[in-house]
Nanobody
Framework: QVQLVESGGGLVQAGGSLRLSCAASGRTFSRYPMGWFRQAPGKEREFVASITWSTGSLVYTDSVKGRFTISRDNGKNTVDLQMNSLRPEDTATYYC?????????????????WGQGTQVTVSS
C-alpha cells in the first residue's frame, strides 16, 4: 500500500521559513515526478513545485521562484520543500503528490498518489 505522509507545516511570521517533508512508503518514485501542491480555503488546488530525479527536472510556479526549493532523497524516499521569505499569500494546506509514470508535473490530475496535507499559515 502506497502512502505519502507530509510533515513540517506550522505557523510562521511573514519573512520566515519552513521546511516541509514528504515520506513515501510502499514503493519508490525515483523515476517519475513528485510534486507539491497547495490549496487555500475557497480556492482550487494549485501547483507549487515538482522534481523528477531521473531527468533532473525542477519546475516551480512563478510566485515561489527564488523563495522555495524542492529536493528529494531517493535513498530515504522523501521529497522536501524548503520555503523561505514566506508571505501571507502562501497560507494554504500543502499536499505532496507522486506519479507512477511520466506526466505533466504541473497538472494535479496527473498524479496517482496524494498525502493528507499539512497546514502552513503565514501571519502578517
Amino acid at each position: 500500500q502506497v502512502q505519502l505522509v507530509e510533515s513540517g507545516g506550522g505557523l510562521v511570521q511573514a519573512g520566515g521559513s519552513l521546511r516541509l517533508s514528504c515520506a513515501a512508503s510502499g514503493r519508490t518514485f525515483s523515476r517519475y515526478p513528485m510534486g507539491w501542491f497547495r490549496q487555500a480555503p475557497g480556492k482550487e488546488r494549485e501547483f507549487v513545485a515538482s522534481i523528477t530525479w531521473s531527468t533532473g527536472s525542477l519546475v516551480y510556479t512563478d510566485s515561489v521562484k527564488g523563495r522555495f526549493t524542492i529536493s528529494r532523497d531517493n535513498g530515504k524516499n522523501t521529497v522536501d520543500l524548503q520555503m523561505n521569505s514566506l508571505r501571507p499569500e502562501d497560507t494554504a494546506t500543502y499536499y505532496c503528490a507522486a506519479a507512477s509514470r511520466m506526466v505533466n508535473p504541473v497538472i494535479a490530475g496527473s498524479y496517482d498518489y496524494w498525502g493528507q496535507g499539512t497546514q502552513v499559515t503565514v501571519s502578517s
